[in-house]
């Protein structure tokens, strides 16, 4: 079973930037793509980015797209979130998440696509 565990929360002024990680249990052959979520209080959990752990590709939410991006360090089992020009509406819980399907393609962007889910960590941006 792979557990994967989110760290690098925090607060952090608009403008800001802050750097989430997502270290994996398992072996990286177990998963093959990993997306990041987010989830704001009384909103539907929804897709930020995501990065296949073999090539090159990854996919962004347009919100997000040009502040944040997305790597690996498949030597650490870890995939990281580099956030960047951070705004208080990009306050939420953010997850990773895992999917062993050796085809996965990043640009699946419903929750319910991904296998393994991380516990979240709270990134909260202040005006």
């Known amino acids: 079973q792979v557990q994967l565990v989110e760290s690098g929360g925090g607060l952090v002024q608009a403008g800001g930037s802050l750097r989430l990680s997502c270290a994996a249990s398992?072996?990286?052959?177990?998963?093959?793509?990993m997306g990041w979520f987010r989830q704001a209080p009384g909103k539907e959990r929804e897709f930020v980015a995501a990065?296949?752990?073999?090539?090159?590709?990854?996919y962004y939410a347009d919100s997000v797209k040009g502040r944040f991006t997305v790597s690996r360090d498949n030597a650490k089992n870890t995939v990281y979130l580099q956030m960047n020009s951070l705004k208080p509406e990009d306050t939420a819980v953010y997850y990773c998440?895992?999917?062993?399907?050796?085809?996965?393609?990043?640009?699946?962007?419903?929750?319910?696509?991904?296998?393994?889910w991380g516990q979240g960590t709270q990134v909260t941006v202040s005006s």
């Open positions: 998440a895992g999917d062993p399907d050796p085809v996965f393609r990043v640009g699946r962007m419903n929750p319910s696509d991904y296998y393994y």
């Open positions: 398992a072996r990286t052959f177990s998963i093959y793509a």
């Open positions: 990065i296949r752990l073999t090539g090159t590709s990854t």
